[in-house]
């Protein structure tokens, strides 16, 4: 699959060349809109730790994740990030896994919490896009999972995560009505100490007179199944209730097919369509995923789980999929380990 697919079916072209005309002889053109959602990866997979035998066999999978976190440097991987959009240009950009690092030395195992910032996604990524003079900004930026836990064992700090969603614009696109929430339905994968929560961004944004929704979501990946789900049910009740058009970006971790969760199903169900499939249908839209250490090469994507999801008169022209080609790595690095999905969406007149 190349990076950026180039296809444009017939229907879509037809649609872009015919306008309709407006009353008194003016004619009404139809504004198109690229919008982008781009997991960024932890740096690290934390099965090891969540399913680490003993506290102190946690406590050692947090050092060599950390390890790993660092040699998947995302200061550099920012740079392909920020290399992406200035590509592709999106209007609208959903991150998820705009992750902050803090740390605590010497480790006081919770009696207070670790401040000390060490790696933050949003500032590395809005350094990237500041160097190539991108003109993009973070209108809203949710809290989510925010667990801290001693490294090494005996312990030599503290590291503390804090997992966030974030909504990033082009400027001079208008936004107005931003919301921030976290889901009621969580997951507590460590019962007591840790609580995986998930949340979303939503905002009204405005480009070339047309208003619509924008939500960016990220859904439980852990077991079971009936949390991602049920935070589905709550973004169609919630954020996506509105009588503008909607287009949702997000990592559903949730197949087309039903295999992993019925989230999916529970958004179609809703009245959405997946952009994709309507714009190549057949094709598979592979987004997941690289292996953990993103300084092996690895193999092709095997899963779709990232979506661009619209509902109302909402028409899906082209798209594609980045960060899965060797000419995106940067450093010797992939940039995630999901790939970026792009989509150029007309939006109703």
Same mark, same amino acid.
């Given at each position: *699959?190349?990076? %950026?697919?180039?296809?444009?079916?017939?229907?879509?072209?037809?649609?872009?060349?015919?306008?309709?005309?407006?009353?008194?002889?003016?004619? #009404?053109?139809?504004?198109?809109?690229?919008? *982008?959602?781009?997991?960024?990866?932890l740096?690290?997979?934390?099965?090891?730790?969540?399913?680490?035998?003993?506290?102190?066999?946690?406590?050692g999978a947090?050092?060599?994740?950390?390890?790993? #976190?660092?040699?998947?440097?995302?200061?550099v991987r920012?740079?392909?990030i920020?290399?992406?959009?200035?590509?592709?240009?999106?209007?609208?950009?959903?991150?998820?896994?705009?992750? =902050?690092? @803090?740390?605590q030395?010497? +480790?006081?195992? =919770?009696?207070?919490?670790?401040?000390?910032?060490v790696?933050d996604?949003?500032?590395?990524?809005?350094?990237?896009?500041? $160097?190539r003079k991108?003109?993009?900004?973070? %209108?809203?930026?949710?809290?989510n999972?925010?667990?801290?836990?001693?490294?090494? +064992?005996? $312990?030599? *700090?503290d590291? !503390?995560?804090?997992?966030?969603?974030?909504l &990033?614009?082009?400027n001079?696109?208008?936004?107005?009505n931003? !919301?921030?929430?976290?889901? @009621? $339905? +969580?997951?507590?994968?460590?019962?007591? =100490?840790?609580?995986?929560?998930r949340?979303?961004?939503?905002?009204?944004?405005?480009?070339?007179?047309?208003?619509?929704?924008?939500? #960016?979501?990220?859904l439980?990946?852990?077991?079971?199944?009936a949390?991602?789900?049920?935070?589905?049910l709550?973004?169609?009740?919630?954020?996506?209730?509105?009588?503008?058009?909607?287009?949702?970006?997000?990592d559903?971790?949730?197949?087309?097919?039903?295999?992993?969760?019925?989230?999916?199903?529970?958004?179609?169900?809703a009245?959405?369509?997946?952009?994709?499939?309507?714009?190549?249908?057949?094709?598979?839209?592979?987004?997941?995923?690289?292996?953990?250490?993103l300084?092996?090469?690895?193999?092709?994507?095997?899963?779709r789980?990232?979506? #661009?999801?619209?509902?109302?008169? %909402? !028409?899906?022209?082209r798209?594609?999929?980045?960060?899965?080609?060797p000419?995106? @790595?940067?450093g010797? &690095?992939?940039?995630?380990?999901?790939?970026?999905?792009? *989509?150029?969406?007309?939006?109703?007149?």
């Open positions: *699959m190349s990076d %950026v697919a180039k296809l444009l079916p017939l229907s879509a072209l037809v649609a872009l060349v015919l306008v309709g005309a407006a009353p008194g002889g003016a004619r #009404v053109q139809p504004r198109t809109i690229t919008v *982008m959602t781009r997991n960024l990866y740096g690290a997979n934390l099965d090891p730790i969540l399913q680490a035998k003993s506290f102190p066999d946690a406590l947090v050092a060599t994740r950390w390890q790993l #976190v660092q040699a998947n440097d995302f200061r920012a740079g392909a920020a290399h992406e959009i200035q590509t592709v240009r999106p209007d609208v950009v959903g991150f998820q896994e705009l992750v =902050l690092y @803090r740390t030395t010497p +480790s006081d195992f =919770l009696q207070s919490s670790a401040r000390s910032v790696l996604y949003k500032a590395e990524l809005q350094h990237a896009l500041r $160097a991108l003109g993009y900004h973070f %209108v809203g930026v949710d809290t999972t925010d667990a801290e836990l001693p490294s090494g +064992s005996p $312990a030599t *700090m590291i !503390r995560l804090t997992v966030r969603n974030g &990033l614009v082009k001079g696109v208008r936004i107005r931003v !919301r921030i929430g976290n889901f @009621r $339905a +969580s997951d507590p994968v460590i019962p007591g =100490l840790v609580t995986a929560t949340g979303w961004v939503s905002a009204d944004a405005t480009v070339g007179g047309r208003t619509f929704r924008v939500i #960016v979501t990220h439980e990946s852990f077991k079971p199944a949390v991602a789900e049920a935070q589905s709550e973004l169609i009740d919630g954020p996506a209730r509105t009588r503008l058009p909607v287009v949702l970006l997000g559903l971790n949730s197949r087309p097919d039903g295999s992993t969760t019925k989230s999916y199903a529970n958004f179609i169900g009245g959405f369509t997946d952009a994709w499939a309507q714009a190549y249908p057949g094709r598979p839209g592979l987004t997941c995923c690289h292996g953990e250490d300084r092996i090469v690895g193999g092709p994507f095997t899963e789980i990232d979506y #661009v999801l619209t509902r109302g008169r %909402v !028409r899906a022209l798209g594609g999929i980045t960060g899965e080609a000419s995106s @790595r940067l010797g &690095l992939w940039p995630s380990d999901h790939g970026g999905l792009w *989509m150029t969406l007309r939006l109703p007149g």
